[in-house]
């Protein structure tokens, strides 16, 4: 570290202060405490709150120190996190997030929507000999790519022009993202500091996210590849290094070549929704307690022994599905069960297949984002914690959610629209 650097890191980190004469000890006395009671109270009351902008410099300060530590350049840091500005529209976007505001049925529609399926058919053929070299190096298929490619940036139309350190900074800075937004920052300057990005390149979705595959920058550190081999990792416009790093990253995540994502099947009527989610077993048990695939078909020979988890994202009137491992692996793409399901139903949709074919109860009334907080808030003062109360229904919602049904004579699917929630909030 440079002599430059030291005082720097020095008054950043509290070690200005200079040296002080020993001062005489003075006895407190009735009057003197009520003088210092007076003074502190006037101190109190004028003591000038910081702004929003002056609170961000001070973060950005720390930040910088703290990476400076962990080597980095100061003259890169001086040029990425010290020019950030606080985005408000990321904060916004972060806070309306479709895959978890809007109903799954209106989510999905949208994902296999008649337009991504004819662009996405059009972009299968165009691009076959990518697709093809694609999936021989790395057994994930071309359809699934595609939904992804559609579905992340409408095939590279849509990549978005935020700037990514104004938004994770903005993140970092405060909210319920300040972890994420600092790993990422992190990674950005991995990312600049190796060559592999260019600070000009540094545009992409409010998250964070680059390229036509949208990689957020752990991810694009981690599992990008230079697939067309010209020596650049470019995600922006070379359709085999971004169609080639989304497949690189499902394969070393865990993806299985030849099994599903999902399958819709019907069950009894007196099936026991507390299975919901939390049970793992082969498509053997779950036939054993009357499950069955919803087209009507038996499964084929190699399917028994294959592990999957039962999902019914409308309760008990809508679909229920059969998910497996390729499903979580998609989770990594993004943790929100409706993305998954959007991909995979446009993946299914590319090649002439209906992936969900039981209606959804449309006419229900979901819930907004206050609403799934009041109901958390609720269940939880009931004695039903579901882990938080953020307005995101995730598993340990769930589980309230089905013990509080259990309790009262519902059936115990974990699906709350606004009928319900009016009964649990009482």
């Given at each position: ?16 202060a ?66 950030a ?43 076959a000999d ?88 752990t ?10 081999g ?11 290094d ?54 009507g ?24 599905l ?33 992936a969900i ?70």
């Amino acid at each position: 570290m440079s002599a430059k650097i030291i005082p720097l890191l020095a008054c950043l980190l509290g070690s200005c202060a200079t040296a002080q004469t020993a001062q005489p000890q003075v006895t407190a006395t009735p009057q003197t405490e009520a003088k210092t009671e007076v003074m502190d109270s006037v101190v109190t009351a004028t003591a000038p709150v910081q702004s929003r902008e002056q609170r961000f410099a001070d973060w950005k300060s720390d930040f910088t120190a703290r990476a400076v530590l962990k080597g980095y350049s100061p003259e890169l840091l001086a040029r990425t996190v010290g020019r950030a500005k606080i985005n408000e529209r990321a904060i916004e976007r972060n806070d309306n997030q479709p895959e978890f505001t809007r109903p799954v049925w209106a989510y999905i529609e949208s994902a296999a929507s008649a337009d991504r399926i004819t662009r996405g058919r059009s972009e299968l053929s165009d691009h076959a000999d990518v697709f093809a070299e694609v999936e021989g190096r790395y057994s994930v298929p071309r359809h699934i790519l595609t939904a992804i490619w559609g579905l992340e940036t409408s095939y590279g139309r849509i990549m978005g022009d935020f700037d990514i350190v104004d938004s994770l900074s903005t993140f970092a800075f405060e909210g319920r993202r300040q972890r994420f937004g600092e790993q990422q920052l992190f990674a950005v300057l991995d990312l600049i500091s190796s060559g592999e990005v260019r600070e000009d390149q540094l545009r992409g979705a409010w998250a964070g996210a680059m390229g036509m595959t949208q990689f957020i920058p752990t991810t694009f550190r981690d599992y990008a590849v230079d697939f067309d081999g010209d020596g650049n990792k470019d995600l922006w416009t070379s359709e085999r290094d971004a169609l080639g790093s989304a497949a690189n990253y499902l394969s070393r995540s865990g993806w299985r070549a030849g099994e599903p994502v999902m399958a819709e099947v019907l069950v009894p009527d007196d099936f026991d929704y507390g299975q919901l989610e939390t049970v793992s077993k082969t498509i053997n048990d779950w036939t054993a307690l009357g499950v069955r695939p919803a087209n009507g078909m038996r499964w084929g020979g190699n399917a028994g022994l294959l592990s999957a988890k039962l999902l019914a994202p409308a309760g008990s009137k809508g679909p229920k599905l059969l998910v497996f491992k390729n499903f979580d692996v998609l989770k990594r793409y993004n943790n929100s069960t409706s993305y998954v399901m959007g991909i995979a139903s446009l993946g299914d949709a590319l090649r002439g297949r209906s992936a969900i074919r039981t209606p959804w109860p449309k006419d229900d009334k979901p819930l907004s984002l206050e609403d799934k907080k009041r109901l958390q808030a609720r269940l939880t003062e009931l004695g039903y914690s579901t882990g938080g109360v953020d307005g995101q229904i995730g598993p340990n919602s769930r589980k309230a959610i089905r013990a509080w049904q259990r309790d009262n004579g519902v059936v115990a699917d974990g699906y709350v629209e606004q009928t319900l929630l009016a009964r649990i909030l009482g």
